[in-house]
């Protein structure tokens, strides 16, 4: 079994600042590719950053120069420290993996089950 579990999220006035925390465990062999995620009421759910196991990372245009995207590969840890938060950030934040368990051969993608982020005007 393979669980990734967020933390770090909240209430926040604007400006202010929010790091989100995300730890996959269990019999993982393997992580790829991890991300942060975000879905705000009545919209899709969009992608906000990834990064890949050597450290390369992307960013959506709107959050380029406030967030930054890293990872503990040691923790199987991914984070996401945001600055110069904006009321449009306010959703709730999921991050995923794409990972191999021990005994797998196939790589598959597994998601945390959401923290709130609140960015009040």
């Known amino acids: 079994q393979v669980q990734l579990v967020e933390s770090g999220g909240g209430l926040v006035q604007a400006g202010g600042s929010l790091r989100l925390s995300c730890a996959a465990s269990g019999i993982i062999f393997s992580i790829d590719a991890m991300g942060w995620y975000r879905q705000a009421p009545g919209k899709q759910r969009e992608v906000v950053a990834t990064?890949?196991?050597?450290?390369?990372?992307n960013y959506v245009d709107s959050v380029k120069g406030r967030f930054t995207i890293s990872r503990d590969n040691a923790k199987n840890t991914v984070y996401l420290q945001m600055n110069n938060l904006k009321p449009e950030d306010t959703a709730v934040y999921y991050c995923?993996?794409?990972?191999?368990?021990?005994?797998?051969?196939?790589?598959?993608?597994?998601w945390g089950q959401g923290t709130q982020v609140t960015v009040s005007s």
């Open positions: 995923n993996a794409n990972l191999k368990v021990v005994g797998g051969g196939v790589t598959r993608t597994y």
């Open positions: 990064i890949t196991s050597g450290g390369k990372t």
